[in-house]
T-cell receptor
Framework: EAGVTQFPSHSVIEKGQTVTLRCDPI?????LYWYRRVMGKEIKFLLH????????ESGMPNNRFLAERTGGTYSTLKVQPAELEDSGVYFC?????????????FGSGTRLTVV | GENVEQHPSTLSVQEGDSAVIKCTYSDSASNYFPWYKQELGKRPQLIIDIRSNVGEKKDQRIAVTLNKTAKHFSLHITETQPEDSAVYFC????????????FGKGTLLTVNP
């Protein structure tokens, strides 16, 4: 079984540019989550999809961040325009059952550097 | 909301020694406490977890203890090996009513040969 896959693994962009991160969850997992770790700090929740619907986007920092999950399969997280403080590692996770920890699996993350 | 504190932020031990990482949480509704190990450039990987109806769980050299009254839980690694070197994260979640993990800031464990 393939795990959670994230693209790209690394991205370096200039301030003001746009970047799109992609996450492919484990097949059949209805729940998809985005998290972010800013250097030296905790991994923080950004948002949660159940299939194609946003269940909770309370962790999204501001309106420069846009997440989509068209068709309930893969998800994208777009940052536009990127700022220096957006640098960090963006993790995606997926799980089969809403509200249960069973099968909660992380991807390897995308390391975003904004210069 | 939930807040998880993790200590220490860095830990260096000699091979064969034990390592202990401690976490506290604030929300008494939290009932699931996983520990993740993240090696450089790799995904956070679940290594052990505990639910609030259990006080201790062990898996080979790794054990986790939970004190619900004090709202703290700890990871114990015995007979450490160099391959145990990684960043360890504790987290908390409320199964049944929640879906988001609240993480501690992580502990960089270095096991010196």
């Amino acid at each position: 079984e393939a795990g959670v896959t994230q693209f790209p693994s690394h991205s370096v962009i200039e301030k003001g540019q746009t970047v799109t991160l992609r996450c492919d969850p484990i097949s059949g997992h209805d729940n998809l989550y985005w998290y972010r770790r800013v250097m030296g700090k905790e991994i923080k929740f950004l948002l949660h999809f159940v299939k194609e619907s946003k269940q909770d986007e309370s962790g999204m920092p501001n309106n420069r961040f846009l997440a989509e999950r068209t068709g309930g399969t893969y998800s994208t997280l777009k940052v536009q325009p990127a700022e220096l403080e957006d640098s960090g590692v963006y993790f995606c996770a997926s799980s089969p059952t809403t509200g249960m920890a069973y099968g909660y699996t992380f991807g390897s993350g995308t390391r975003l550097t904004v210069v | 909301g939930e807040n998880v504190e993790q200590h220490p932020s860095t830990l260096s031990v000699q091979e064969g020694d034990s390592a202990v990482i401690k976490c506290t949480y604030s929300d008494s509704a939290s009932n699931y406490f996983p520990w993740y190990k993240q090696e450089l450039g790799k995904r956070p990987q679940l290594i052990i977890d505990i639910r609030s109806n259990v006080g201790e769980k062990k898996d080979q050299r790794i054990a986790v203890t939970l004190n619900k009254t004090a709202k703290h839980f700890s990871l114990h690694i015995t007979e450490t090996q160099p391959e145990d070197s990684a960043v360890y994260f504790c987290a908390a979640l409320t199964e049944g009513s929640n879906y988001k993990l609240t993480f501690g800031k992580g502990t960089l464990l270095t096991v010196n040969p």
